[in-house]
């Protein structure tokens, strides 16, 4: 017997832990910006299809729970996991509603939504992504090759360019345990104590978190103004409680970069702003773009 396809499967995922870690340092900017989201008070909605969508729940299993050493536990939510609630969605409104219509009931201006998808090209994902941004939230995309629907929906995307759903897979896992890393590392450099109870993470945190993430000109990348009360600590709203001007502004109300981007710098996918618009193609917002793609796209292989 020849174990010629376990050693390609090795091969194929050596061949893409080179580009992977090259945008390493996105996961780790997740990690940031969502350690100043929940220690503000705010939640994490996760969601995916079959092996994706054990990831979600891997990941906010780490949050509830804890990744390496004890710390409070933070509001994060699978939306896969109820089995009533998406039954009944999945029966009265359709397969595509399964995600959105929960991220309309959880999801509140300034909280984070993770989508995690191999293809990229989900239906009912890309109807979440709609929901997120229409709500107000912070839509992440974790999916396999750029360009893909779900990139272009989403706020920012971590993309792993790799040829096969199992190898895609099991890099979201470790990307996955990077953004832990990373919170974990944050809440330790703002002085939340691993043995804290759990009501000590709050406003005082998020604003010593808040601070660290401003950028060199100041400004504070997209997530970091927390909310508190109705408002973020910058004295705006929250994204999604007022209407943001389309077009060259940026999303959001924010000013555009020289690609188009945000002004702030911090990428839009982790394989730069080209592949966000080759994944677009006529351009316009993101928001349009969703808009455009949503319900189009082909099922994937392994994760739905």
Not at 5 to 10: D, N
Not at 84 to 95: C, F
Not at 159 to 168: D, G, I, L, Q
Not at 249 to 256: C, V
Request: with cysteine; hydrophobic share 40%.
């Amino acid at each position: 017997m020849t174990y010629a396809p376990v050693v390609t499967h090795c091969e194929e995922l050596l061949d893409a832990l080179g580009p992977f870690r090259r945008s390493a340092p996105l996961a780790g900017h997740w990690g940031e910006r969502l350690a100043a989201v929940l220690c503000g008070g705010g939640r994490l909605l996760a969601a995916g299809n079959g092996g994706s969508a054990a990831q979600a729940q891997h990941l906010t299993a780490e949050l509830v729970g804890r990744y390496r050493t004890d710390r409070p536990p933070f509001s994060a939510i699978a939306l896969h996991a109820d089995t009533s609630s998406t039954t009944a969605i999945a029966n009265d409104y359709g397969v595509d509603e399964l995600f959105a219509r929960q991220v309309r009931a959880h999801g509140r201006p300034g909280d984070v939504l993770i989508l995690l998808s191999t293809s990229g090209a989900s239906a009912n994902l890309l109807s979440a992504a709609a929901a997120g941004r229409a709500a107000g939230l912070h839509v992440w995309a974790l999916t396999g090759p750029a360009p893909n629907p779900l990139a272009a929906a989403a706020d920012e995307a971590f993309c792993v360019a790799a040829p096969s759903a199992a190898t895609v897979q099991e890099l979201h896992l470790v990307a996955v345990h990077m953004v832990c890393e990373a919170f974990d590392e944050a809440l330790e450099a703002d002085g939340l104590p691993h043995t804290a109870p759990a009501t000590t993470h709050g406003t005082g945190v998020a604003r010593s978190l808040s601070s660290r993430l401003r950028t060199t000109d100041g400004s504070a990348p997209p997530g970091a103004g927390l909310r508190d009360g109705t408002r973020r600590l910058d004295g705006k709203r929250p994204p999604g409680a007022e209407d943001a001007p389309d077009g060259a502004a940026g999303r959001r109300g924010q000013p555009a970069g020289r690609d188009g981007g945000p002004a702030d710098g911090h990428p839009r996918t982790a394989t730069g702003g080209a592949a966000r618009r080759a994944a677009a193609p006529g351009g316009g917002t993101g928001r349009h773009r969703a808009a455009a793609e949503d319900g189009t796209g082909r099922k994937e292989r392994r994760d739905g």
